[in-house]
């Protein structure tokens, strides 16, 4: 049986009509222009539009933030309200995920707007590294302690074997290194003080 592909005028409007906003969307971001950005996803650019070599547009706008001289903040917000993927869609090897970025640029606004929509606090880089790995190693303590408190997982490793507190200890990041040690040892911690208080 064939099935019937035809589609009505009005959904072939539809679709063309997004399709024109993705382009508006994809090209403003590319181009600092944040006002037709924003004007694109509000009328009817879909948020987890991808460019040509298949990048999502917060991937994107993450990329060219940068707060003193190409200050997407409003957009990257308004594209996780819209329903963004704070992950960055599908993810790829290739793409550097949206939490990276964030921390690369030491923006825990935009940190914490991630977090709050949702973004995977262990996904990986290609080298096996996770966000906290990388606050670790950067001495980037308050990003250090908002993945920690969003449920990061110390323990993990990267594709060289080390964890975030062996990172910290290499880069000399003292701070870093004591954050991550209280953090691993407060189980043990909180057993003690319990097996203490029991008669």
């Known amino acids: 049986m064939i099935k019937n592909t035809h589609i009505s005028h009005e959904d072939a409007v539809a679709q063309a009509h997004r399709i024109r906003q993705n382009a508006r969307l994809i090209f403003s971001i590319y181009h ?12 009817g650019a879909t948020p987890n539009a991808c460019d040509a070599d298949g990048v999502p ?13 190409n200050n997407l903040e409003l957009l990257i917000t308004e594209l996780l309200h819209a329903g963004a993927s704070p992950d960055g869609g599908e993810q790829t090897p290739s793409i550097t995920p ?14 914490r707007c991630l977090l709050k929509a949702g973004a995977s606090v262990n996904v990986r880089d290609t080298d096996g590294d996770t966000p906290l790995m990388q606050a670790a190693a950067w001495g980037k303590t308050e990003a250090l302690s908002m993945l920690l408190a969003a449920g990061a997982d110390a323990s993990l ?12 200890i290499e880069h000399e990041e ?12 407060a189980p043990y911690a909180n057993a003690t003080k319990h097996s203490n208080a029991t008669p």
């Open 57 to 69: 547009v917060l991937v994107a706008a993450l990329s060219l933030h940068d707060a003193q001289h």
């Open 174 to 185: 003292r701070t870093s290194e004591l954050l991550l040690e209280k953090h691993l040892l």
């Open 157 to 168: 490793r990267n594709n060289d074997g080390r964890t975030a507190l062996d990172l910290a």
């Open 98 to 111: 949206p939490l990276a970025y964030a921390l690369e640029q030491e923006d825990t606004y935009l940190l």
């Open 32 to 43: 600092g222009d944040q006002i037709t950005a924003l004007d694109a996803l509000a009328n």
